[in-house]
């Protein structure tokens, strides 16, 4: 009903940058919070950054000052800017977001992932 493609992701050397999109699809009336997630490989799934429907954004302590999450709410996609790489930001990035439904029900929708890894 509702779908979440992510692209971006891929091999990148240390210091370099990537931009992840996701695209959100289906029967959606609006959109309220998005957000990007990361698994690290052995690690739980962790909040990379958050961006509400009115553009008020939060960020885990190990990324601020080198992510950018932002929104184009007219084609349902939120982007994530990530500079200023690490190997430590090697991980699978998952889209979220909590999707208005043309039904009037709030959904929680996941992404597949885009893989990132950062190597050189």
């Known amino acids: 009903q509702v779908q979440l493609v992510e692209s971006g992701g891929g091999l990148v050397q240390p210091g370099g940058s990537l931009r992840l999109s996701c695209a959100a699809s289906?029967?959606?009336?609006?959109?309220?919070?998005m957000a990007w997630y990361r698994q690290p490989p052995g690690w739980e799934r962790e909040l990379v950054a958050h961006?509400?429907?009115?553009?008020?954004?939060n960020y885990a302590d190990s990324v601020k000052g080198r992510f950018t999450i932002s929104r184009d709410n007219a084609k349902n996609t939120v982007y994530l800017q990530m500079n200023s790489l690490k190997p430590e930001d090697t991980a699978r990035y998952y889209c979220?977001?909590?999707?208005?439904?043309?039904?009037?029900?709030?959904?929680?929708?996941w992404g597949q992932g885009t893989l990132v890894t950062v190597s050189s």
């Open positions: 979220n977001a909590v999707v208005i439904t043309t039904a009037s029900r709030y959904l929680e929708v």
């Open positions: 289906g029967s959606i009336f609006g959109i309220d919070t």
């Open positions: 961006i509400t429907s009115g553009d008020s954004t």
